[in-house]
């Protein structure tokens, strides 16, 4: 059994090299750069579902209704992204599934680090954009 | 194709051996030269640390050069192979809770091929908020 909850103190193990904890450390300071939301990262194996881990996990997040989780599963190749009440309004659910789309197609390819590093830019970049106050209806 | 590659290799064949036969006439010759000098003969050893050792030294040498990039960055994904590292979390002040409880079966829709969005799902309501699953 491998909690999600059992790993919060273990230091960042053999998955990634310095460089790319560094990567994906620095895509995070960016995606949070500017806005309001807080931006988290989880990797490693989970046993039972994924969508239930990676709430669980979500629901630890200090001020999670603005924080967005990104748990990622290699062993069973599973993407979730989790969002928070007030995340939910800025980043939908369309934004997350097209940054996942361009995760997955990355991770498909074997860079696991590139894939989060550019899912977290593109939804640092979907949660920077302007609001859009008239909206056609038609 | 085929053809073509059997040429190939019969014309490098025959310049090697070519090569090698007019090259080498001298070391055949029964006297030597008037002022040649010849030195001392190298011994097996040497010779084999000369024309073996050293070509397989510099083999070595590039075969590390070339992985040393790889061995550097460490552990890779690869969607192939099984993952068992470590797991790993980032810009995440965790706090302790208590576990959650698992009650969905393991791996619902594990055959899922394709990002799906899962805002509706009962469960999601509960605490707000959205998101989507999706596989690789």
């Keep these: 059994m491998t909690s999600p909850v059992a790993v919060g103190s273990v230091p960042a193990g053999e998955a990634f090299s310095p460089a790319q904890q560094e990567q994906i450390n620095r895509a995070i300071e960016i995606a949070e750069r500017e806005g309001e939301l807080r931006f988290a990262v989880y990797v490693g194996a989970t046993d039972g579902d994924t969508r239930v881990a990676a709430r669980a996990l979500h629901r630890q997040i200090p001020a999670r209704s603005r924080a967005v989780l990104v748990y990622v599963d290699p062993a069973r190749r599973a993407l979730e992204i989790v969002t928070g009440t007030e995340a939910s309004r800025v980043l939908d659910d369309r934004a997350c599934t097209l940054a996942a789309l361009a995760m997955t197609s990355t991770f498909s390819a074997g860079d696991l680090s590139g894939g989060i590093a550019d899912g977290l830019?593109?939804?640092?970049e979907y949660a920077h954009r302007p609001r859009v106050l008239h909206r056609d209806t038609l | 194709m085929r053809s073509r590659t059997a040429h190939r290799a019969l014309v490098i064949?025959?310049?090697?051996?070519?090569?090698?036969?007019?090259t080498v006439t001298p070391a055949l010759a029964r006297e030597q030269d008037a002022g040649s000098d010849p030195g001392e003969s190298l011994s097996p050893l040497a010779t084999l640390l000369i024309f073996v050792g050293i070509p397989v030294g510099t083999f070595l040498l590039i075969v590390l050069l070339v992985s040393a990039g790889s061995i550097a960055r460490g552990t890779?994904?690869?969607?192939d192979r099984v993952w068992d590292a470590t797991a790993v979390e980032f810009g995440m002040p965790l706090q302790p809770a208590p576990a959650p409880e698992l009650t969905r079966p393991a791996g619902a829709d594990a055959s899922?091929?394709?990002?799906?969005?899962?805002?509706?799902?009962?469960?999601d309501d509960q605490s707000g908020g959205g998101g989507i699953s999706a596989r690789w």
């Design chain 2, 13 to 22: 064949a025959a310049t090697a051996g070519v090569t090698l036969l007019v």
């Design chain 1, 121 to 124: 830019r593109l939804l640092g």
């Design chain 2, 112 to 123: 899922e091929p394709r990002a799906v969005a899962s805002g509706g799902r009962p469960e």
């Design chain 2, 76 to 79: 890779r994904y690869r969607p």
